[in-house]
């Protein structure tokens, strides 16, 4: 099993503003990124998720404190490890900043001043709002759109939430009471997906979201780590697996209905003689009403229609 282990200089967070650093194998980048966010006279907690090189050591000579992983866990693991400890010393802001140089940290206190004036419970450093600057390449700008209106649709459908337009910004400043929520109620994957746990989290929570411009750089050193088609599957399934999950009524009711009342319909038209349609509405109407039963009747094996609101 897994532990968690901490630096010999691990000392008791102090400041109510946390820039949290999840780390794996970034001996090379995480000590400017642990230094640039020092600027911003918050506390620095770095999570090293079991890297088998110097990434703990230069992020502890760099001034941060350091919580280690025995083992590599991924992302969502490391994320984890981030709230709990944040939770447990009481922290009002925490502000997650990738380790890799991507993010520049100097902007966690904007994203803090954003919670503060919007009462966000999660604020989001996004790629996609008036403001925000990014040399994204175009495959990754195609597959986020992808991604960003899935979960957006998702969201709307599944949980009254309101849209968010960068899904899968690892920029962000959660408040303490969604730092609770993650470190005490949330059930987390321990992969890259873990960032729409936790917005399907937060919604089904009643929590709110706000996003404010940041810039983002892509002309780092591997970047783009993860293979785009993989991801994108990995994401794809856990959108449409939550969803179906937490609100079966909504995702397979709604449909189901759908298709029902149009098999209704063309059923009346082909009753009245509508000879146009003669040949196509027999076939037509089985189908539809075939897939609305099937639909419904799933909605109902799975779970309770949800209410319209939540």
């Known amino acids: 099993m897994s532990t968690t282990t901490s630096n010999p200089t691990e000392r008791r967070l102090t400041s109510d503003v946390v820039i949290g650093i999840p780390a794996y194998n970034e001996a090379d980048t995480v000590g400017g990124v642990v230094r640039a966010a020092r600027e911003s006279a918050a506390d620095v907690l770095v999570v090293d998720d079991g890297s088998d090189d110097r990434t703990a050591a230069v992020a502890t000579e760099a001034g941060a404190t350091v919580l280690q992983h025995d083992e590599n866990r991924g992302y969502g693991a490391a994320l984890g490890t981030l709230f709990a400890a944040a939770h447990d010393h009481g922290v009002d802001h925490l502000v997650v900043v990738d380790a890799d140089g991507q993010h520049d940290p100097t902007d966690a206190l904007d994203l803090v001043a954003a919670q503060r004036s ?9 790629r996609f709002v008036d403001g925000a600057e990014t040399d994204m390449p175009l495959y990754r700008r195609v597959g986020l759109g ?13 949980y009254s939430s309101e849209r968010v337009a960068d899904t899968q910004s690892g920029f962000r400043a959660y408040n303490a009471e969604a730092i609770e ?12 997906d873990a960032s729409l746990d936790i917005l399907f989290h937060a919604a089904d929570e009643n929590y709110s979201f706000a996003e404010t411009p940041v810039d983002v750089t892509y002309d780092v050193a591997e970047a783009n780590t993860h293979n785009p088609v993989a991801h994108g599957t990995v994401l794809v399934s856990n959108i449409f697996g939550r969803v179906l999950s937490d609100r079966p009524g909504r995702v397979l009711g709604v449909p189901g209905s759908l298709c029902l009342l149009l098999g209704g319909l063309l059923t009346r038209v082909s009753i009245t003689g509508f000879t146009l349609l003669s040949a196509l509405v027999p ?9 609305g039963s099937g639909l419904l009747g799933a909605a109902l094996a799975i779970g309770p229609l949800a209410p319209a609101s939540e």
């Open 118 to 126: 919007s009462d966000g419970d999660i604020v989001i450093g996004s």
């Open 146 to 158: 992808v991604i960003n209106g899935l979960t957006g649709a998702a969201l709307w459908l599944g």
């Open 181 to 192: 929520l993650l470190a005490c109620r949330a059930d987390l994957s321990d992969g890259m």
């Open 283 to 291: 076939m037509l109407v089985t189908v539809l009403l075939l897939i």
